[in-house]
């Protein structure tokens, strides 16, 4: 048989070292390490579960803002408008790009934020159901200022194109008037300032005409990116409004005036 003293020693030296002696395995140091590990573990654990949970809270924002996008902006066309060149895509883009920007920057900071929690092991403590749910409010809320601010921005892109075709067409007349009346509007070699008060009230008229373009196409642009939910018919109703004007000034100094500006009384 094969001595075993070697064996035995190196047991009994184990035996004492972690101290079974005292109460056996439990008693013992070892067991003492074991469940310090175990507390351990269950820490790591822990930190990871929240992590975790706060992680799909955000990540589940994330989709809900991509969702958000591609409902209100990716499904518009993206063809440029026929007057505008804009097409509605770009337009709704531009209009709402604050809003998503701080809709993203929110959700990525919370994203950052849980991630630090893990890293450091906090997690457990910092990320809990409340930390979550006020999280996915302001989320919600973020998402919200940025869909609110594409309602109807397909139609108001469709209405602000037509409304500035409208317009250039009205600038485009207003210099073709012009042009007409400086050609007729010229006194006759041997009679010098003629018509020099015709010329100084039909240029004044022209420049309330010009200055009244202005003022539409400057209100239109202010309601096409301040105010775009009302602007479709408001638009519509502010540039005629302002022709029906520029028209009756026009007919009301025809009836002062010779023939040669019957050419421009059309505005």
């Known amino acids: 048989m094969k001595d075993d003293a070697a064996g035995d020693f190196a047991a009994y030296t184990v035996y004492g070292e972690y101290k079974f002696y005292l109460n056996g395995v439990e008693g013992s140091t070892l ?6 590990l175990d507390t351990d573990i269950e820490a790591h654990l822990a930190n990871w579960r929240a992590y975790t949970a706060s ?9 809900a803002l991509k969702s958000a996008w591609d409902t209100n902006i990716g499904n518009l066309s993206d063809a440029d408008g026929v007057n505008s060149k804009q097409s509605a895509q770009d337009y709704a883009k531009v209009l709402s790009q604050s809003e998503y920007n701080a809709a993203k920057k929110t959700i990525d900071a919370f994203l950052v934020e849980v991630k630090g929690y893990y890293d450091n092991g906090t997690a457990a403590t910092a990320c809990t159901p ?19 601010k594409l309602v109807n921005v397909d139609k108001n892109h ?10 250039n067409s009205t600038k485009a007349h207003y210099n073709e008037q012009l042009q ?3 050609k007729v509007a010229v006194d006759p070699q041997d009679f010098s300032g003629l018509y020099e008060t015709m010329r100084t009230e039909a240029h004044n008229a022209f ?3 010009n200055l009244g373009i202005v003022a539409v196409e400057r209100k239109t642009e202010r309601m096409r990116t301040i105010r775009p939910q009302k602007r ?4 519509t109703r502010t540039l005629w409004t302002a022709c029906t004007r520029k028209q009756t000034r026009c007919v009301n100094l025809y009836g002062q005036h010779p023939k040669t500006m019957t050419i421009y009384t059309r505005l």
């Open 232 to 235: 479709d018919m408001r638009l």
């Open 158 to 167: 469709t209405a602000y194109d037509e409304v500035l075709g409208k317009i």
């Open 207 to 209: 420049n309330e005409v």
């Open 31 to 36: 067991m003492s390490e074991v469940k310090a």
């Open 55 to 63: 992680k799909a809270v955000g990540e589940e924002q994330n989709t």
């Open 130 to 148: 409340a930390f979550n749910s006020e999280f996915a409010k302001k989320a919600s809320d973020a998402i919200k200022k940025f869909t609110d």
């Open 180 to 182: 007409a009346f400086m």
